[in-house]
């Protein structure tokens, strides 16, 4: 007994001498942060309904067709700024830049008539390339809950899209069902506002995954889709946005018949609510200088805002982004920064990067 319990004790010293040795022959070592890309390049045009599409590659492929259909009396716009890859990749990454999302790429104050957002298939690292855009399930719930009151305090007429299929790999696209069903629930929360089912909207195109071929989606593997794809995809988009201009949703959708004072009740709630993240949603704009980023010709091409540094962005519209710490060091991937008193760490890459304390 008492043998034993020696035993244990010196394991137990042996250990903690160890990790002793391991801190002390290594310097700290964090995770990179992900450079933020900029907001959408126009500000409002007068006389047009202001609409901002926040979500990835699938959203940056449909916008152009949601522009199209809506027509003239609609300014369709995609947040970030970045037609080439990835956009507003996972719940972590929105939630982050979310404050440059809602501005322009120059950081002027805008508003919208109508905001729609999407995130999913990063959250449950569909590629399983990029380890950090993971989120488990009850930070992702967390992430949309607080992604959805910033969207509702700027006063827009809020709705969420449902996460499209992942059409090579069953357990992926299982995942993407159970993250639907933490969407619609955190959607369906006071105040609710109305989601597009994207997901079975695909279903009822190509059937239930996995399938290797179906007319609108991308050459498998991929959850990409067709222009043709594409198109149909913003059918439903279409329909959300209008509904949501016209009030037909009118972000209160009570779940059961109720009577006034309950009703009255909600609105006073929703008030409360709006009034506290209304102050998340505005820290952007201070009376504290903003960092202007210039192109090699010296042209100021996206504004950051105060405390961020410049960073070449490998997937922003104006190769500039905003690392939301003053003085970072970028880590020329394009993609991530360390904070100040860090540096990069040398194998850092667009797939995974950290930070080493500077000794
Ligand atoms: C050493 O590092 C480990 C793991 O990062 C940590 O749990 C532990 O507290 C550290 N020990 C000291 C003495 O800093
Ligand atoms: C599907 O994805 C999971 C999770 O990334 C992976 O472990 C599995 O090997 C994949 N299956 C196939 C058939 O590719
Ligand atoms: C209406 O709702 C309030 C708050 O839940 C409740 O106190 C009140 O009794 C209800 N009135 C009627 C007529 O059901
Ligand atoms: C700016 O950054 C400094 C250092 O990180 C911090 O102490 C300060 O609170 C920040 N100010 C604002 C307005 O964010």
Known sequence: MNFCFFLVSCLLIVASVCSLR?????SAMRPADRICKPGRPLKRTPGKISCLIIGDSISIGYTPWVAKMLGPDYQVQHAPWDHSDGGALDSKYGLQCLNLFLSTAMLEPTSYDVIIFNFGLHDISYGGIFPEEHVAPVAYAKNLA????????TRAKVGYVLTTPVPYNITLNNRVKQYNIIARDVMNEEPAIATADLYTWVVEACGDPPYLHCLIAD???????????YEYLSERIKDLIQDLFQGLHD???????????????????????????????KSLITDKPVVSCTDKTGKVVTVCPYNSTCCDSLYS??????????QAVPCGDGKHCCPAGFECDSSCSIYTCSCKEKM
């Open 22 to 26: 391991t801190n002390n022959s290594h």
């Open 146 to 153: 607080d992604i959805k009151s910033i969207l509702l305090s």
């Open 219 to 229: 050459k498998q593997p991929s959850p990409h889709y067709t222009s043709q794809g």
């Open 251 to 281: 972000n209160i959708i009570p779940k059961k018949p109720r009577n006034n004072s309950q009703f009255t009740d909600d609105i006073t709630q929703r008030k409360l609510a709006n009034s506290c993240s209304q102050k998340r949603a």
């Open 317 to 326: 519209s104006t190769g500039q982004g905003c690392c939301l710490t003053p």
